[in-house]
C-alpha cells in the first residue's frame, strides 16, 4: 500500500473552494475535520487568510470547541451548530452563536455573530460527519500521530485533561471508523510534515490507503 505526499499551496485551494457551488444556500460551507491535536485549528485559520490573497473577504471560522457544552458534549453539539449558525446562513440570515468557557464552564451571554458569506469555514471533530454531505463544498481531514497529538493538546492545556482527553481520542477514533470519514473527504492533509516547507502558505496533502491515522493517543 503507498502514500503519496505533495505540497499545494492554500491559495490555489482557496481559488479551488470559491470555483465550486455553493450548497448551504448561497454559501460555500468548507468542513476540517480531523482528530483533537491534528492541526485543524492552523489549517482553517490558513485556509482563511488564503482567501484573501485570491482577492476574496477573509470568511468567517466557526469553532466548534466553542459550541461544546464540556467534555461530554464531543458530538452532540451538532443541533445547536445547526440550529444557530447552519440554518440561518443556509436560508440567507446571518448566524449566531454562544461561546463556552471551558474556564467559567458556561455559555457567555455575548452572541458571536456568523455573516451570510460566500465562503464559511467550520472546523472541528466531526465537522465533515456524514450528515454534513449535502451542504459541504470541500470536507478535509487532518491527521497528525496519536503521541504527538496527545503531547501538543498536554503543552496546550495542560496534564490534568488527561483522563478526560484520552477518553475522548478513544470516542473520536470509534467515531471516524463508524462515520467513514476519511474515506469519503475531498483532501487528506498532513498535519505534522517534516519536510521543510512554508506553512504559512503551503500544506502537505496525502492521498493513498492508510493515509489517515484516526487511532486513539
Do not use: C, N
Request: aromatic letters at 8%; proline letters at 9%.
Amino acid at each position: 500500500m503507498s502514500v503519496v505526499a505533495v505540497f499545494e499551496a492554500y491559495a490555489e485551494l482557496a481559488r479551488r473552494v470559491l470555483s465550486r457551488p455553493a450548497r448551504l444556500g448561497r454559501t460555500r460551507l468548507v468542513a476540517v475535520d480531523g482528530p483533537s491535536g491534528a492541526g485543524k485549528t492552523a489549517f482553517a485559520a490558513r485556509l482563511a487568510d488564503a482567501f484573501v490573497t485570491v482577492g476574496a473577504g477573509r470568511p468567517p471560522v466557526v469553532h466548534t470547541d466553542d459550541l461544546l457544552d464540556g467534555w461530554d458534549d464531543q458530538f452532540t453539539f451538532w443541533t445547536r451548530l445547526e440550529s444557530s449558525v447552519l440554518a440561518p446562513v443556509r436560508a440567507g440570515r446571518a448566524g449566531a452563536y454562544h461561546r463556552y468557557s471551558w474556564v467559567r464552564r458556561r455559555f457567555l451571554p455575548a452572541p458571536v455573530p456568523v455573516p451570510v458569506s460566500p465562503v464559511l469555514i467550520v472546523e472541528g471533530v466531526s465537522t465533515a460527519r456524514a450528515a454534513a454531505g449535502p451542504d459541504l463544498t470541500l470536507a478535509v481531514f487532518v491527521t497528525a500521530p496519536p503521541p504527538l497529538r496527545l503531547t501538543r493538546a498536554v503543552a496546550r492545556d495542560g496534564p490534568a485533561i488527561l483522563p478526560a482527553l484520552r477518553r475522548w481520542h478513544a470516542a473520536e477514533a470509534e467515531h471516524f471508523t463508524a462515520d467513514g470519514t476519511a474515506a469519503r473527504v475531498d483532501l487528506v492533509v498532513d498535519g505534522a510534515p517534516t519536510l521543510p516547507h512554508d506553512p504559512a502558505h503551503y500544506y502537505l496533502r496525502s492521498s493513498g490507503v492508510g493515509g489517515a491515522d484516526v487511532g486513539p493517543g
